[in-house]
């Protein structure tokens, strides 16, 4: 009796086959990346005198390696600190030259003259646990964001958006080239008026 031969197995589609799972994978998978601070940082400038700055329009906040928040050296809790920030940004206590006609701030004289004087000074202890770090610079930017977005609505009432909604679409490649103009052209206005002077020191050394 003649021997049966066994079947073969068709593999010529495995290939294709193969394909189709690793772009499938390809597709589907996410990798997480870390996410940074968005900061842009100013050009490099050669300052033969750098300019004075008056001690009432600096905001020291510092964090020190016990994750403690110290603001204007005062021990502070972090859920405080954008309506600290806010008051100092918003104080509007300059006169003459330096007055600020828009700030609806106390106007205290040994507080910042304006928002384009405002600075925010941010320190770091080497040993500040990341999530801190991160968690403060948020309610620091969230504090210029709450100024930003009431000066929107108060300029701009007919575009029913914040300052925020309003930068989002700009940034939205769907946007048109014409709105993104006039958005441009809104969100400059609202940033010359709320600058984010945001400085930050260099880490102190843990002996």
Same mark, same amino acid.
């Given at each position: 009796m003649a021997r049966r031969k066994s079947p073969e197995v068709n593999a010529g589609s495995m290939a294709d086959i193969a394909f189709l799972l690793l772009i499938f994978f390809l597709v589907t998978t996410t990798i997480e990346t870390d996410s940074g601070i968005n900061r842009k940082l100013p050009p490099m400038e050669e300052q033969i005198d750098p300019p004075i700055i008056r001690q *009432? /329009?600096?905001?020291?906040? &510092?964090?020190? *390696? /016990?994750?403690?928040?110290? &603001?204007?050296?005062?021990?502070?809790?972090?859920?405080?600190?954008?309506n600290l920030a806010v008051d100092f940004l918003d104080n509007g206590g300059g006169s003459g030259e330096e007055a600020c006609d828009y700030c609806q701030g106390n106007r205290d004289p040994r507080s910042s003259d304006n928002p384009d004087k405002a600075i925010i000074s941010l320190k770091n202890d080497r040993e500040t646990e990341y999530k801190v770090y991160i968690a403060v610079q948020n309610e620091l930017v969230a504090a210029y964001n709450v100024l930003r977005n009431r000066e929107f609505a108060r300029l701009y009432p007919n575009e029913a958006l914040t300052y925020i909604e309003a930068d989002l679409r700009y940034s939205d490649p769907r946007t048109?080239?014409?709105?993104?103009?006039?958005?441009?052209?809104?969100?400059?206005?609202?940033?010359?008026?709320?600058?984010?002077?945001?400085?930050?020191?260099e880490p102190s050394k843990v002996n």
């Amino acid at each position: 009796m003649a021997r049966r031969k066994s079947p073969e197995v068709n593999a010529g589609s495995m290939a294709d086959i193969a394909f189709l799972l690793l772009i499938f994978f390809l597709v589907t998978t996410t990798i997480e990346t870390d996410s940074g601070i968005n900061r842009k940082l100013p050009p490099m400038e050669e300052q033969i005198d750098p300019p004075i700055i008056r001690q *009432k /329009n600096i905001f020291t906040v &510092v964090v020190n *390696k /016990n994750n403690q928040l110290l &603001v204007e050296e005062e021990l502070t809790d972090i859920k405080d600190l954008r309506n600290l920030a806010v008051d100092f940004l918003d104080n509007g206590g300059g006169s003459g030259e330096e007055a600020c006609d828009y700030c609806q701030g106390n106007r205290d004289p040994r507080s910042s003259d304006n928002p384009d004087k405002a600075i925010i000074s941010l320190k770091n202890d080497r040993e500040t646990e990341y999530k801190v770090y991160i968690a403060v610079q948020n309610e620091l930017v969230a504090a210029y964001n709450v100024l930003r977005n009431r000066e929107f609505a108060r300029l701009y009432p007919n575009e029913a958006l914040t300052y925020i909604e309003a930068d989002l679409r700009y940034s939205d490649p769907r946007t048109s080239p014409d709105d993104k103009s006039s958005l441009k052209e809104k969100l400059d206005v609202i940033k010359a008026l709320y600058p984010q002077k945001l400085s930050e020191a260099e880490p102190s050394k843990v002996n």
